[in-house]
């Protein structure tokens, strides 16, 4: 079976970076997704990865290692609009189907 | 390109009543899955179609069913509904590439509440 796993929670301050990690238990590797989604509206994809090591793209970076069965998603200079639950999630089944974790609400404070 | 529609964007139901959801995919993507998002379950696979055709399925009771038309677009329908139906439904195309491997697109959702 799949097991995702992500904190609820993390506050924030304004500026500062934060580390919001996602441990997985799955079944076959078919990479990993990482998304972002402000309350009241639709996920957002903010990155892909499905070999070992750290994707950076712009204030946003994903690290993925597979052996550990684990990622996670780092925020750097935080703004207000950060603001948001980020889901972590995996193919499995076959096809496009994700398996998503409850995903971590984060809350940035000036 | 316009993104993923849904419509409506919200629905009120009552217990028993059956619903029909819809959702148009970017133009070019074939792939359309269903998702649905509740504070306590998070997001939830329902099912995915690919060229009119079931391709996965997700565990839920046989009332929530799918179609999808040669246009891609797709519908779902839920039958007779039950308080626990009340969530956010969500729609999401992608270009069919590497198996999970393709970005999807969500569209807003819609709606639903129970009564």
Redesign the interface.
Known sequence: GQNIDQPTEMTATEGAIVQINCTYQTSGF??L?W?QQHAG?????LS?N?LDGLEEKGRFSSFLSRSKGYSYLLLKELQMKDSASY?C?V?????????????TQLKVEL | KAGVTQTPRYLIKTRGQQVTLSCSPISGHRSVSWYQQTPGQGLQFLFEYFSETQRNKGNFPGRFSGRQFSNSRSEMNVSTLELGDSALYLCASSLEGRTGRNEQYFGPGTRLTVT
């Open positions: 078919n990479g997704f998304y509206e639709a996920p957002t994809f892909y499905v889901l999630a193919p499995t089944g076959g096809g496009n189907k994700l398996t998503f974790g409850t995903g």
